[in-house]
């Protein structure tokens, strides 16, 4: 007898071999119809997905574009109240609880971040003192330096007696903050002019007043509504100096440097400075000053001045860098035309981190009037850690 054979139906014979053909055809077709209902239902997932992340990321409706900005949706609505003073998307951006940060209640709202980092990054790149001063950022009215002026006293004992030593004391320095402002203006219909880039206009008029105004006051502001500049401070002979006070060295001539040693006073105002300051040192002094003291030489004949060896680094002067400010005053009789010091130690300046614009289309029709405040304020918080040098005789 052969092998058993079995029959699928009434009067056919089907082989075993035949069998598991049949058996595996049906299990890969099975098998195939699972892996597509698989892959359909992952694709259903990643899109319901992708749907609530673009939900959670806009204020507003899903966005259209995958590579929409988060903040889209703020500056959409603070171009449209600085084109027309509508602000109604802004304070829906509020009720919605998605931008509440945005929105100030005192005035004005806040610039948005796109345009607000745009006028930061101008103030740090402009010639201010800020690029080397201590700036700190503060949500009071003033902000408070404390400095201890003296030390602790000390003294050698034998074995029966301790003699009580000084005690040392804290000067408290308050830097009030001041409201520095700018008002451009632009035509209503240049604003309805959809090519016109309010936001970036904006940015940089607001920028270039700031900077001017904070340039000129970190240097000679007299604190009268503005901060204190440090060249305002009392400036006395370095032999004499006290605290509260400026030291100076005196180039020996009026209004020039020493004709016979002219570069002395430089080497001189290096070293009048201490030690612990010297180490951070920056040279402070304008355009026309720099030129003056780029042709100073030693006594060797080597030029005490050398440009920066890599693009974007400052010029040196004995070694330490030089900023350029252009608010310093040019050399006179008299004058306090080159500063040297740890600024960072010595100068201080505060600041509130938010920047608010206010929107006034009534003042100066057909005109609309953009008011922006920030609050800045500054003074000397070290006097032991700036040098000043007097073009003077004594």
């Known amino acids: 007898m052969g092998m058993t054979e079995k029959s699928s139906r009434p009067g056919e014979i089907v082989s075993p071999v035949a069998e598991v053909k049949s058996a595996l055809t049906d299990f890969v077709r099975e098998f195939k119809d699972f892996q597509f209902d698989i892959k359909e239902r992952l694709q259903q997932q990643e899109s319901r997905l992708t749907m609530l992340d673009r939900k959670s990321l806009s204020a507003a409706r899903p966005a259209l574009a995958i590579a929409a900005e988060i903040e889209a949706p703020h500056q959409k609505a603070f171009n449209a109240y600085l084109r027309n003073g509508d602000d109604d998307g802004l304070r829906g951006l509020e009720l919605e609880g998605k931008a509440i940060s945005t929105v100030s209640g005192d005035g004005g709202y806040l610039v948005d971040p796109v345009t607000s980092s745009t006028v930061q990054s101008v ?64 035509s209503q219909r240049l ?35 503005k901060p204190t500049g440090f060249l305002d ?93 252009e608010d310093m005053p040019d050399i006179a009789a008299g004058s306090f035309s080159v500063a040297f010091g740890d600024f960072h130690a010595g100068y201080t300046i505060a600041e509130r981190p938010d920047l608010r614009v206010l929107r006034d289309p009534f003042s100066a029709k057909p005109h609309v009037l953009f008011y922006a405040t920030k609050r800045v304020g500054g003074d000397v918080s070290d006097f032991a850690a700036i040098k000043l040098l007097k073009f003077a005789a004594s």
């Open 233 to 325: 401070h009392t400036s006395v002979a370095n032999g004499s100096w006290t605290w509260g006070n400026l030291g100076y060295i005196a180039t020996g001539t009026s209004g020039d440097f020493d004709p016979s040693d002219p570069a002395d006073s430089i080497v001189e105002l290096v070293y009048a400075l201490g030690a612990r300051y010297r180490a951070n040192g920056t040279f402070v002094m304008n355009s026309k000053t720099a030129g003056s003291v780029r042709k100073l030489k030693d006594a060797d004949g080597r030029f005490l001045w050398s440009d920066g060896l890599a693009a974007g680094e400052p010029a040196r002067l004995m070694g330490y860098p030089v900023l350029v400010a």
């Open 123 to 186: 103030l740090k790149s402009t010639a201010s003192l800020r690029q080397i001063a201590n700036v700190v950022n503060v949500n009071a009215t003033s902000y408070d330096v404390l400095i201890d002026t003296t030390d602790i006293g000390a003294g050698w004992n034998d074995e029966s007696s301790v003699s009580e030593t000084s005690t040392p004391s804290i000067d408290r320095i308050s830097i009030p903050l001041y409201e520095l402002s700018a008002l451009p203006k632009a």
């Open 191 to 225: 604003l309805d002019d959809s090519a016109f880039d309010i936001e970036g206009w904006l940015a940089e008029r607001i920028a270039d007043k700031f900077a001017r105004a904070e340039a000129a006051a970190f240097i000679s502001g007299d604190g009268s509504d």
